[in-house]
């Protein structure tokens, strides 16, 4: 017998699970997401940054690990993590902007991102690496989902890639500023909320300055805290006035705020933070994009642990999106809470008989 506070805390010591992802669109219990439209560009926009050889027969070689099998998602991560640190010093100092290694990065984002959702779920790690600055951590965080919410409204790589490194820059304005006010950012009045609501100009502002390959990036910053229905800033933009591209960004950044926050707020699970944003939100983002979102988010996502209808313990493996209440779960100890000596892997969605009563905490004895 082992005690359901020592099987928790085991977990740690287990490999990490590699979430799969199956190829068809999730459909939710509660709210069955349609397949979500493309948006429609609102401007004329320049296709730029895309994965070589996309438009041609025959792909251009290609430096091996961009392109390499299995690259390893905590890498890529962390790479692009890094490069932001360095574009902190590039905000009050000087010296050129490294696009080329930002774009690189984010075309294996994107390739990783196809392959499998593990990159998407290690951008939903609850809570920044020691010695990280937090806005290089959100911003990686908002690049990798604002991609992905992207790739399933239909975008192509290059507008993938466009769109990614965007993200990865809307709040560049908000290192201008005391760090004190990124921390209070729930509690600003008078002149220091009027500061911080001027980021998206300075961001905006900052990537011009840079040289951006594009002027659409600029522009999608400059609007990613727009909202359908006017109540954003900074110029009260509605509907199709504010860019595609920024509305994807501003629930990017909303989600990551929601779940990793700068302040002391609690932070939210992932589908907590979709709930709220259905819930108390359902204005601010077009439909599309929340079940965009909604589609990668599990109630039970990889390495929860669970309990089954039948009492045994298990940890999630892999996310169903046909199905997201019945995942992958790998059964750890049986009905009796002794601990298996080989873990087996069963498919919730093959065992119609079998389902989750709920998430194990180390509380539970």
């Known amino acids: 017998m082992v005690r359901m506070s020592d099987l928790v805390r085991g977990l740690a010591k287990d490999p990490p699970p590699r979430p799969a992802e199956p190829a068809a669109p999730e459909s939710r219990a509660a709210e069955p997401p349609s397949t979500p439209a493309k948006p429609a560009p609102s401007r004329t926009r320049t296709s730029y940054g895309g994965l070589p050889g996309e438009a041609s027969p025959a792909p251009a070689a290609e430096p091996a690990r961009q392109e390499a099998p299995g690259e390893d998602p905590q890498h890529v991560f962390g790479e692009l993590q890094e490069l932001l640190g360095e574009v902190r010093a590039l905000v009050r100092g000087a010296g050129p902007f490294p696009w080329d290694r930002l774009q690189s990065i984010l075309q294996r984002v994107v390739v990783s991102l196809e392959r499998s959702s593990d990159l998407f779920w290690v951008a939903n790690n609850p809570a920044a690496p020691p010695g990280v600055d937090y806005l290089a951590f959100h911003q990686a965080r908002v690049a990798v989902m604002a991609i992905r919410i992207g790739a399933n409204s239909g975008y192509d790589r290059s507008r993938l ?125 077009p439909t599309t994009l929340v079940k965009a979102l909604l589609s990668e988010i599990s109630v039970f996502p990889p390495g929860t642990v669970v ?49 989750i009563t709920g998430p194990v905490t180390e509380a539970s004895r």
């Open 161 to 285: 890639v466009a769109l990614g490194i965007a993200g990865a820059l809307i709040d560049v304005g908000l290192w201008q500023m005391p760090e004190g006010i990124v921390r209070r950012a729930d509690a600003l009045a008078g002149d220091e909320l009027t500061a911080f609501r001027s980021h998206p100009r300075l961001s905006a502002e900052a990537i011009r300055r840079w040289g951006a390959p594009d002027e659409h990036i600029a522009q999608a910053v400059l609007e990613h805290h727009e909202r359908e229905q006017g109540q954003g800033f900074p110029q009260g933009l509605t509907g199709a006035a504010v860019d595609p591209d920024a509305k994807i960004l501003g629930l990017a950044d909303l989600y990551a705020g929601l779940t990793v926050p700068a302040t002391s707020r609690p932070r939210l699970r992932p589908h907590e933070a979709v709930r709220e944003i259905v819930k108390s939100r359902h204005e601010a983002f």
């Open 307 to 355: 309990r089954l209808n039948t009492e045994e313990i298990g940890r999630v493996v892999a996310v169903n999106r046909n199905h997201p209440l019945r995942p992958r779960v790998e059964i750890m100890a049986d009905s009796k809470g002794h601990r298996l000596p080989a873990p087996k892997v069963i498919d919730l969605s093959e065992a119609p008989f079998l389902y």
